[in-house]
């Protein structure tokens, strides 16, 4: 057998060389490879091929136009396909709606008018088409795994996913987007080398034209597609806006179509006169101190009343003490702003009273607007009549950027999963929500007088399981012959169920603890189930359930509202008037242009001159703190071998410790305690507890504690000020 001889690289020699490198010697180097380079290109014109291949050529430069627009429709299929998974589907849309089609087409074939810029065109091309590929791969990966499309603002929040990357992709599939990418990225980097280069002269002027032309045209298009309702600058449920109007136009609406677009008739007068010159920014209550109650929402993930639906029954009342309260108290349909999907955007319009309608298309205020501009809220309303505002969240801090957003809208507390032992989760992993109890009490014993509780839950999220999880399910389903969709709304339906003991657990408990209350619950959106109109009795997708619980006695007055009304009508039967957007609700609600008037107060607050104030903002600042309990620490006991066991108070899963600024490799054991397994201490190490979230933000951090001899010597003052904002803290930190 031949041997295989590796030569010995001649590092002595490679160093010699680089030691006597002269400046000239540089210059002719490259001077060879251009020259190379010039010979090869020479060499591959005057070719077999090439001289056989020339007419082809000239055909396809002269005729460019109509490969581009071919190759976009093939581009726009393929991304579909991918998309939709399934080349079916993409057909199916294609032929069913090809207008939309065509519309999404030409908005790639637009982007390919570049291309006139450049002698490497074949190059210029192969990067547009893989650009737009990889959106079609991306979007195609991130609907396996979650309902959401892929958009713009995950590019926002990517700091947040890397961290979160391990709950998209398992390990071999990590391997297989790097090898993928590898494989992207050499194949483009060799079609730079290799592919030809067009030889006739690049006419950039005329290119720019054409450039200006198209775009000129493109905008025309798209208006046209709107006015005709081709497309809608509105998207109800962003997935199913992705479904009907392609990836291409959906994708971008994401990134161009943001914010409020300035109404014609913005002016400082018109505000004045829209709010009786700033009258509705009044913040006043007809109730004493003494009279007001503690003001309680409960936003119900996925939640509505499972009797709506008509085509299956359960073996059993699925929310027996929520129909209990819909009997007796205030009750009827949530009109929300979604439909799936979109928790925070019904929670947007719950807390400011804005409607999203005049928000770009799919577009969530809490990832764009809201995340680094304060704004007024339910918060500042109530917190201007003394009231402790609190937020609840049995999920991440920074999902949908909440830690920021609360902080910007004038809470005073925002306690979500990285503060809560959470024992009990759902069959798929999430949080089951009778552990929010606990925490709403902890918030309202927080304060003295009255306090706003604003509560997220997250129990009944989707994805649900096609197989059967729930062995021995408290509500069976009947009437739905598909076993797949079967035990998926089987496992819906006792989630709901669990939900529903929630519920009442929470108003046996605040009936326990006496204080006058009132508490809404509501449902975020409908579940992500393919649901049509036809299945439900209200014929409406938009559409959960509420209910207003109270214990002061209010009069039960039954109506349908939309989730931006909500707050401004409860507050109006508690005789409270703060808060501009909700005082605009209880007086022009029924009036003359006041959906238009709206759009025009929320354009002032969000993105105009903030007429409305008169130059006295409710909130210029947030003041925030994470948490309503502080990690405490007692006494630390060395290990017989390595490490030690910290005990305290306070202690989650999301306690990390640090030594001296650094992280150490810890185990939760419980609330009590903590083990360090790795750890080395020495006399005057500062030793400290921090609450720590996606992408290593901390929270809030303990007290520091000084290790000497065996002891914990306390550091007073030196925990997260509880009266800044930590935001203000975690940034000066960085």
Not at 660 to 670: A, H, M, R
Request: charged letters at 25%; a negative charge.
């Amino acid at each position: 057998m031949k041997k295989i001889h590796v030569k010995k690289p001649d590092v002595k020699g490679a160093v010699h060389k680089l030691k006597n490198l002269k400046k000239e010697d540089v210059k002719a180097y490259w001077k060879a490879r251009r020259e190379r380079r010039a010979r090869i290109i020479e060499e591959r014109r005057n070719s077999a091929f090439a001289r056989k291949m020339k007419p082809v050529y000239q055909f396809m430069n002269r005729f460019s136009l109509v490969f581009h627009a071919l190759l976009a429709c093939i581009i726009n299929f393929a991304i579909e396909a991918i998309s939709r998974h399934s080349a079916i589907e993409a057909w199916d849309y294609m032929t069913g709606t090809p207008v939309v089609f065509l519309y999404n087409a030409f908005m790639i074939f637009i982007t390919f008018s570049v291309v006139y810029l450049f002698k490497r065109r074949i190059f210029v091309r192969i990067i547009i088409s893989v650009l737009w590929m990889a959106l079609g791969v991306a979007n195609g990966y991130m609907l396996m795994k979650r309902v959401t499309p892929f958009n713009a603002q995950d590019f926002k929040a990517a700091k947040e996913g890397l961290s979160l990357i391990t709950n998209y992709f398992n390990g071999f599939e990590l391997i297989i987007v790097g090898v993928g990418i590898a494989a992207v990225i050499i194949w483009v980097v060799s079609m730079w080398r290799r592919g030809g280069q067009y030889a006739g002269k690049v006419r950039r002027v005329w290119a720019l034209i054409g450039i200006g032309i198209c775009a000129v045209l493109y905008g025309f298009v798209s208006d046209m597609a709107v006015e005709k309702r081709v497309v809608s600058t509105y998207f109800g449920n962003i997935a199913f806006a992705y479904e009907d109007y392609g990836l291409p136009y959906c994708f971008m609406a994401s990134v161009f179509n943001t914010g409020i677009t300035e109404p014609n008739t913005y002016s400082k007068e018109t505000i004045a006169e829209i709010t009786n010159n700033g009258e509705m920014a009044k913040n006043e209550t007809g109730r004493s101190e003494e009279e007001l109650p503690n003001i309680i929402f409960v936003q119900l993930e996925s939640y509505f009343d499972v009797d709506e639906a008509e085509f299956f029954t359960t073996s059993g009342d699925a929310c027996p003490n929520l129909h209990a309260m819909y009997e007796q108290y205030s009750s009827g349909y949530f009109k929300v702003p979604s439909v799936g999907a979109g928790t925070a955007n019904t929670e947007f319009e719950v807390l400011t009273g804005m409607n999203l309608r005049y928000f770009g298309p799919g577009e969530y205020p809490y990832k764009t607007v809201l995340k680094n501009q304060v704004c007024e809220s339910a918060a500042t309303a109530l917190s201007s009549l003394g009231y402790g505002t609190h937020a609840l969240h049995n999920n991440g801090g920074n999902f949908y950027s909440r830690a920021r957003v609360f902080n910007n809208t004038g809470f005073d507390s925002y306690t979500s999963k990285e503060f809560m032992n959470i024992l009990q989760l759902t069959e798929n992993g999430w949080a089951k929500d009778d552990i929010l109890i606990q925490h709403i009490m902890d918030a309202m014993d927080t304060t003295e007088q009255q306090d706003f509780v604003f509560t997220i839950s997250v129990q009944g999220h989707g994805d649900y399981p096609e197989e059967k999880v729930l062995e021995n399910p408290r509500i069976t389903v009947e009437g739905i012959e598909d076993e797949a969709l079967r035990n998926k709304w089987e496992y819906y339906v006792n989630q709901v169920y669990e939900m529903d003991e929630f519920a009442g657990n929470l108003v046996k408990t605040l009936e326990e603890r006496g204080e006058p209350t009132v508490v809404v619950f509501y449902g975020d959106h409908l579940p992500t189930m393919g649901l049509k109109a036809e299945d439900l009795k209200g014929r409406y997708l938009y559409n959960t359930n509420y209910v207003i619980w109270d214990n002061i006695g209010l009069k039960k007055e039954d109506r349908n509202i939309p989730s931006y009304q909500i707050m401004a009508d409860v507050l109006d039967r508690l005789d409270i008037h703060s808060g501009t957007v909700f005082n605009y609700h209880q007086e022009r609600r029924k009036t003359k242009n006041y959906l238009a008037d709206l759009e025009l107060l929320q354009y002032d607050i969000l993105y105009g001159g903030q007429y409305v104030y008169g130059g006295d903002q409710p909130i210029t600042e947030g003041h925030m703190v994470m948490g309503v309990r502080d990690v405490t620490l007692k006494n630390i006991v060395p290990h017989l071998k390595n490490g030690y066991s910290l005990y305290g108070e306070n202690f989650t899963k999301s306690s990390k410790v640090y030594v001296n600024g650094e992280k150490q490799k810890s185990s939760f054991l419980n609330n009590t305690r903590i083990d360090l397994s790795e750890t080395e201490l020495k006399d005057g190490d500062v030793i400290v507890v921090s609450q720590v979230g996606s992408s290593n933000t901390i929270f809030r951090k303990s007290d520091e504690y000084i290790y000497q001899e065996g002891e914990l010597i306390l550091q007073e003052g030196t925990a997260t000020d509880k009266t800044r904002s930590w935001v203000e803290q975690a940034d000066e930190e960085e």
